[in-house]
Nanobody, 127 residues
Framework: QLQFVESGGGLVQPGGSLRLSCAASGFTLDHYVIGWFRQAPGKEREGVACISGTDGTTYYKNSVKGRFTISRDNAKNTLYLQMNSLKPEDTAVYYC????????????????????WGQGTQVTVSS
């Protein structure tokens, strides 16, 4: 049974850093597209970053480019999101999501493409 365990969220001051992890079990992530989404209070869920299963090509939401880095460790079957220079507007619940139908990115941040989601981890950026 496929399961995601997300961790790494928490409270951090503006300008700080966090690294989110999404460890998968019951399924090998190696060749599939996987990404991070987030949902802030009162807002719709939005795509943050995703990574191809073939060549590691990455895609980012414009507002996080240069601050966030998505990566995957296939040996550990784990996805990461390194978040630096955090801002209060990054506050949200962050979800990892898997697209089991594709090995390359088709529509980076279209939610319907992703068919399995983690439970989410809270990130709060506040002084």
């Amino acid at each position: 049974q496929l399961q995601f365990v997300e961790s790494g969220g928490g409270l951090v001051q503006p300008g700080g850093s966090l690294r989110l992890s999404c460890a998968a079990s019951g399924f090998t992530l190696d060749h599939y597209v996987i990404g991070w989404f987030r949902q802030a209070p009162g807002k719709e869920r939005e795509g943050v970053a995703c990574i191809s299963g073939t060549d590691g090509t990455t895609y980012y939401k414009n507002s996080v480019k240069g601050r966030f880095t998505i990566s995957r460790d296939n040996a550990k079957n784990t996805l990461y999101l390194q978040m630096n220079s955090l801002k209060p507007e990054d506050t949200a619940v962050y979800y990892c999501a898997l697209d089991r139908a594709h090995t390359f990115v088709v529509l980076p941040f279209k939610e319907d493409v992703y068919d399995y989601w983690g439970q989410g981890t809270q990130v709060t950026v506040s002084s």
